[in-house]
């Protein structure tokens, strides 16, 4: 029996060390790659020649936003295709920032994130000044750009990640009661306070919102987790309680089992001694006022909507041979918004003004002189999936927040989507929806598809999903009935498909709070990123699925479905076998997820294993072994990056 129980032992200590030298060396490679990666980065953009600063030097940066600013405060003559094109060049330089402090991360580099912070914000304020500024000039020209059938301003411009769009009032026609825009097909009402004013309406639609990282609830509440286990055999000793729930074990299995509680009990006080996190605002205040978008719960689709009332300057007078222009006014001048006290009607101050003309009108609009209700609509962007209907915000500044009051008669035509509502709020406005309206998934499957392939499935509440992933890119192949033109069917880094998802309206990846919106089966966390490691270790052969026993088998039990495939075709039913993952044992169930029970049984004839994926090899064929030897570990990598990022195991 004591030479049984050695043997069990160097067994399980074997097959514990062999698990953690694969991880590690997959680490290993990894890092050394993305060190390589970073080199090579470096080293093209100091070879690259093409008039941009390289953004992480800071002084290059400052320079370049410094003149920029300057050379665009004293143009007069740049038009707007072309402030587009310095916008889109910007935005690349704040892609590039952030690229390199994601690839930073992955290495845990944070040395000079801080200054790349620092240099976003500049370019940020570097677009919006040129965006200002070209506003202004054509404003000032406006005449130039006149429609010829209402004889107003009208200009529409876009480029890839804005469109721009600006109304003028020159006619001063006041049988007009509205005017619209091809853009986004926004139409707004003109009232009569200002039918008659020098006043210009200007829309900008951004594909990007640097908003909501200004507000308080963007962030979440860190809280102290331990650091994620890199073998199954570093885990926490399970309760006692849950002991009598388990199979019966054998006597050298037990033994193995025990004697690697002083690694798991070392691996719990490393974790206990990691430094906190740092506090984010969300950590001090909660959210009272209802109408106070809750960024953790709420997020943005569609992009952002820049609504804005200008001034509109004194026009170009030709007087014989001369052309006579006021030029007192320098800058884009905003007409605020009506204060809360004002009076939704019109003030006999506003009836005289409209008498003595445009000038008097303008004066009392800057007095904050207030208009009624506006009826304004528009079309939501044909790639945005909405599963229900969006909820309007607009943005209030003095806040930094977004907020869902200040609308009325709000309308959504789900048919052509078009949100119609009334205000008198005129800034930036959003739609929102529900950040968890697809959680819990109802389930998930990843299965091999021939060589360095496998497909992912994710049935959530309201869309189905399935996702091809390889070494460096994945691609989305379906849902098919949505309008995802410019996502589906192309090869992309994981990470940025899975901004372009987020961004379209199809949310499937839980943040670290999300406990707090979804209700979901609590789950030990170190041993799940211990499954979700070794499943992508194993998925190269292996396929894997949602069991219905996992909900309910406790928190320090993961019960999962796998198959040995090694075809293109989807797994029979009757080969899925189901095994249960514990911190220090794992094992194939006799129970299947036909039974009408549960029933916590060892299927006859297997062994225990520290980990499933040697349960997996245990009766794996020789092929299947081969083709595991041969993973990549940039496949494994690619595969492990989308089930950490959608949880499955804790949110089906």
Known sequence: MEEMMKQEAERFETETQALQEMLNENKDQLKEMREQVRSQKIWDRFLLCNGTPDPTVQSELNTFTSLSIDETKNSTSQDVSGC?????????LINEL????????QLEISEGHDKFKEGIESLQGLIETKVDNVTFNVMKTAEKFADPDSQNLLIEKESPRVKFSLWGNLAKN???KSFKLDTDEFQMEIPKSLANADVAVRLIHTSFDFLSPKCKS???????TPAPSRAASVAPQQNEENKEEKPTTPAGEETAIENLDKVAENNENLAE???KRPNTPSEADEIEDEDIVDLRAMSTVGGVMYLDLLKLPPQAKKVGNWVIQDITESELERIPNPTPEDEKEETEETKEGEESGGEAAITQLTKELT?????MSFTVSSNAVFTEEPQLARWEDSQQCWRTDGFEDVNFDETNGTISFKSQFIGPICTFQDTYNNMPFQSWEIRPYGEGCVIFTLIAASVELEISIKENACCLNSPEDMELDGIRNKWLPAHI????LVAAGINVFPSEDADKYVSISVKDEELESSVYEQMALASSAFAFSWSRWNADCGEKRQIVRAAENLTTHPVDEDMWKNYSCEPRKSYVLKCTDDDDEMFDEKVEGTQFHPDIFHCLKEGASS???EVLTNTSYTFVDNVSTWLFATKVLTFS
């Open 371 to 375: 208009w009624p209700l506006l009826n």
């Open 84 to 92: 587009l094109d310095d916008v889109e060049q910007a935005l690349d």
């Open 623 to 625: 092929k299947a072994l």
């Open 174 to 176: 006041p049988r007009q």
């Open 98 to 105: 952030e690229e390199v402090m994601t690839l930073d991360k």
């Open 497 to 500: 498909l899975m901004q372009k």
């Open 273 to 275: 001694s990691q430094e």
């Open 218 to 224: 963007f962030f979440a509440q860190k809280k102290k």
